[in-house]
């Protein structure tokens, strides 16, 4: 595939290496918690979206980036053709859409009068503050039929292309970061309408004129993203450079919107690399309120692969997640936050350890706010030990992995509103149902709620009796639920439907207790029991019967 896709291959994180860490002081914490959020979670922790998988049009390749105006997602990638929810490849009702999309958020349809046509992939894609346009980047050189080099626009009210925003960008674009006046960009090019520009430059989103007053330097790698901070005086930059205007910043740095001057960042979040194969690197930013959330790549053994959230005026750290397994983007809905990845260990919250062989989980969520410091050694080269940490939220839908790119993973993408989550990637299943390259999840007042306790995880209960005793001890594993930690259990006995006990106990897949129960009325004879499972929303599962005892 073309650079982007060979510059994020992922693999196996194994190994640590122990490194010169700061600790970070004074920071502040929400108040520890030991249960992960859900769709009816704890008071005082955040709810998540429903693991249910809604019905979504579909694409024949991979989305690299998606963003939000309204209920409408616009998405960018690689791909030739978009189908209805629940078809295959080849449908009748399948259409032409090259390498850019929109649907409605809220029904999951395509948006029949957004039809472009980019003549190669789009790497980026992003709105206009005041939600008017939409700005895409990448590798294409003309759209519609267009010159429009590396960048386009298009107008959200008519879903036009904007033909007078034709700046000419040398080489691909990957990062966008946009005023309603000024379109910031980043990537790996050099000159920008015939100007040297070295990976970053600004134009007039009026003409696509350069903006020669701004003229930062990624001195010595490629951008990957770009933000606005609040107040539109900061740019943050994120990517694979070590140095920014010349000087020291390791991935993630901030520039003056007006002439580019480096503007002070407080946070280390990415380490210094060693080599061209031991290093790590910002792949995308997301701004809410007045944080900035960041997703990293690393390569090499145990290499910072998770997500951190800073400050964005400032760049001071607020908590740096550790886990393992490289994410790609982020998305902040309500208190919590969502990523896309291939997480394997996330030890350092407390949560699901590495595993051999190793599973994968593609999507996550977890706090806005800080409630602890890491529990696991720092990562390679890391800047930080026992630092803030959030909390991982209980929600985990199944992403199956994809193969288009040919980097075997599912979700490179995350967008939003306050209602849905929309994810895009080259995943060709949801939950094991048919879902190709993009899929939404609603919270709990839109959603389905559908999505109950796991069949495959309970086991038909054990029962024996104590010798010269009529009572007879039930023991089974819990299950567990994608987005409902909390389920109730009660035991049955023979074909009664009336539970002889119920309780209630907090599971996770890395993390199935096993409950007893010890029957005391027991009539004399041989006897079945059954466990029955609900969760919060009422979704219900029975086991199998256990051998007879008596």
Request: contains cysteine; hydrophobic residues 35%; positive net charge.
């Amino acid at each position: 595939m073309r650079a982007l896709l060979r510059q994020r291959r992922a693999g196996v994180r194994a190994g640590l290496a122990a490194s010169a860490t700061l600790t970070l002081a004074g920071a502040s914490f929400m108040p520890a918690t030991t249960a992960g959020a859900d769709t009816v979670p704890a008071t005082g922790t955040p709810p998540t979206v429903s693991a249910d998988p809604l019905p979504t049009w579909q694409v024949n390749g991979v989305v690299w980036s998606m963003t939000t105006v309204g209920t409408t997602v616009y998405a960018t990638g690689n791909f030739t053709k978009a189908r209805p929810p629940g078809t295959a490849t080849g449908n009748a009702k399948e259409v032409t859409r090259n390498n850019i999309l929109a649907f409605d958020l809220t029904t999951g349809n395509l948006i029949t009068s957004f039809a472009h046509s980019l003549n190669g992939q789009g790497l980026r894609i992003v709105a206009s503050p005041d939600g008017k346009r939409v700005y895409v980047g990448g590798e294409f050189t003309e759209v519609d039929g267009k010159v429009h080099n590396r960048l386009a626009a298009f107008d959200t009210a008519t879903g036009k292309l904007v033909d007078a925003f034709a700046p000419k960008v040398g080489n691909i674009v990957r990062g966008i970061a946009a005023t309603n006046s000024t379109v910031y960009f980043g990537g790996n090019f050099f000159n920008v309408n015939g100007k040297s520009r070295t990976r970053l430059a600004a134009v007039h989103a009026s003409t696509g004129a350069n903006i020669d007053t701004w003229r930062p330097v990624a001195n010595d790698n490629e951008v990957y993203a770009l933000a606005m901070a609040p107040g539109n005086e900061r740019v943050l930059i994120g990517g694979r450079f070590q140095q920014l205007n010349g000087a020291a910043h390791v991935g993630i740095g901030a520039v003056n919107t007006t002439n580019g001057a480096s503007l002070p960042w407080t946070s280390r979040p990415i380490p210094t690399r060693q080599d061209s194969r031991r290093f790590s690197y910002v792949t995308d930013l997301f701004v809410d309120g007045d944080t900035v959330y960041g997703s990293a790549d690393g390569e090499g053994g145990h290499w910072f692969d998770g997500r951190f959230a800073a400050k964005a005026a400032t760049g001071d750290l607020v908590w740096l997640d550790n886990c393992y397994g490289a994410t790609y983007g982020m998305f902040a809905q309500g208190q919590a936050v969502y990523s896309v990845s291939h997480a394997h260990d996330c030890s350092s919250l407390g949560a699901f350890p590495e595993t051999r062989p190793t599973t994968w989980h593609r999507a996550l969520a977890e706090t806005k706010a800080a409630t602890g410091t890491d529990q696991a050694p720092p990562g390679s080269n890391s800047n930080y030990r026992n630092q803030p940490i959030p909390s991982l939220l209980h929600w985990f839908p199944t992403l199956s992995q994809g193969t288009f790119t040919k980097q075997y993973q599912a979700a490179w993408s995350v967008t939003g509103n306050d209602n849905y989550v929309a994810m895009g990637g080259e995943f060709p299943k949801v939950n094991g149902k048919a879902q190709q390259g993009l899929v939404r999840f609603a919270v709990k007042g839109k959603a389905p709620n559908k999505t109950g306790p796991v069949k495959a995880d309970l086991a038909a209960p054990t029962a024996s009796k104590a010798w010269m005793s009529s009572q007879i001890k039930v023991s089974w594993k819990t299950t567990w639920d994608q987005d409902n930690e909390s389920l109730t259990y009660e035991v049955l006995r023979d074909a009664e439907t009336k539970p002889l006990t119920t309780i209630k106990k907090d599971s996770s897949f890395w993390v199935r207790p096993t409950l007893t129960f010890t029957d005391t009325t027991a009539p004399s004879g041989k006897h079945t029991y059954r466990i029955r499972v609900k969760d919060a929303l009422g979704n219900t599962l029975t086991s199998a019967a256990s051998p007879s005892v008596g």
